[in-house]
């Protein structure tokens, strides 16, 4: 079973910058996907960013240019870098994982793909 832990939440002010982390545990194969998530109360979780293992990232188009995704395979480590932040970018952000390989990731923000997800971290930007 694949286990996930996040760390590197916290609040910043505007325009300020964070790196999550999501270590992950447990892989059986060498391909696999993982993505960051964020969700308000109320709201339902949206996809922020993806990184397969081969390489191939995704974003969403509310953090192109401001956010960076990747992966540090040796360790299966994903990472969210995140600069430029906004008041709109608060939320409990969180990692999720699927194994596998798929030569079309265009399902990457929908929730109900991935069968492993952290607890979530906690960022909070302020005006």
């Known amino acids: 079973q694949v286990q996930l832990l996040e760390s590197g939440g916290g609040s910043v002010p505007a325009g300020g910058s964070l790196r999550l982390s999501c270590a992950a545990s447990?892989?059986?194969?060498?391909?696999?996907?993982m993505a960051w998530f964020r969700q308000v109360p109320g709201k339902e979780r949206e996809g922020v960013a993806a990184?397969?293992?081969?390489?191939?990232?995704f974003y969403a188009e509310s953090v192109k240019g401001r956010f960076g995704v990747s992966i540090d395979s040796a360790d299966n480590t994903l990472y969210l870098q995140m600069n430029s932040l906004k008041p709109a970018d608060t939320a409990m952000y969180y990692c999720?994982?699927?194994?596998?390989?798929?030569?079309?990731?265009?399902?990457?923000?929908?929730?109900?793909?991935?069968?492993?997800w952290g607890q979530g971290t906690q960022v909070t930007v302020s005006s």
């Open positions: 999720a994982a699927r194994e596998g390989y798929y030569s079309d990731l265009r399902w990457w923000t929908r929730v109900g793909e991935y069968n492993s």
């Open positions: 447990g892989f059986i194969y060498s391909n696999y996907l």
């Open positions: 990184s397969h293992s081969d390489g191939r990232t």
